[in-house]
């Protein structure tokens, strides 16, 4: 009885401390995520910059939440984070794809051009 006299106390205690773990397996794939569309330009487009930056704030946010103990809105915000760097990612590819069309399609004016005269 003794024992568990003092057990209360100090789960009670250790719950009120907080601190409960980032899931480290999302944080990683957000942040690969991440790299991955900066290194293909997302921080220059304005729209993937944008969903560039709401993915590292939610990180942040998530990082917070999971140190105050709630784990379950930290790991909502790192799925929302992902879904922000993906996306920042396939808008920066595309607006490469866009832009290698579009000299692509300069290059053939050109050509026709030159082959007119």
Same mark, same amino acid.
Not at 82 to 95: C, G, H
């Given at each position: 009885?003794?024992?568990?006299?003092?057990?209360?106390?100090?789960?009670?205690?250790?719950?009120?401390?907080?601190?409960?773990?980032?899931?480290?397996?999302?944080?990683?794939?957000?942040?690969?995520?991440?790299?991955?569309?900066?290194?293909?330009?997302? #921080?220059?487009?304005? #729209?993937?910059?944008?969903?560039?930056?709401?993915?590292?704030?939610?990180?942040? %946010?998530?990082? #917070?939440?999971?140190?105050?103990?709630? =784990?379950?809105?930290?790991?909502?915000?790192? =799925?929302?984070?992902?879904?922000?760097? %993906?996306?920042?990612?396939?808008?920066?590819?595309? %607006?490469? =794809?866009?832009?290698?069309?579009?000299?692509?399609?300069?290059?053939?004016?050109?050509? #026709?051009? %030159?082959?007119?005269?």
């Amino acid at each position: 009885m003794n024992a568990y006299k003092w057990c209360i106390p100090l789960c009670l205690a250790a719950a009120a401390c907080g601190g409960g773990q980032l899931n480290q397996n999302k944080a990683t794939n957000v942040q690969a995520a991440v790299m991955a569309a900066e290194q293909v330009g997302a #921080k220059d487009q304005p #729209k993937a910059s944008l969903h560039l930056q709401l993915a590292r704030e939610q990180v942040e %946010e998530a990082r #917070k939440r999971a140190a105050d103990g709630d =784990e379950s809105s930290a790991n909502l915000l790192l =799925e929302r984070a992902q879904v922000d760097a %993906e996306l920042a990612l396939q808008l920066a590819r595309t %607006e490469q =794809e866009q832009q290698n069309a579009q000299k692509a399609w300069e290059k053939i004016r050109e050509i #026709k051009q %030159e082959s007119a005269r």
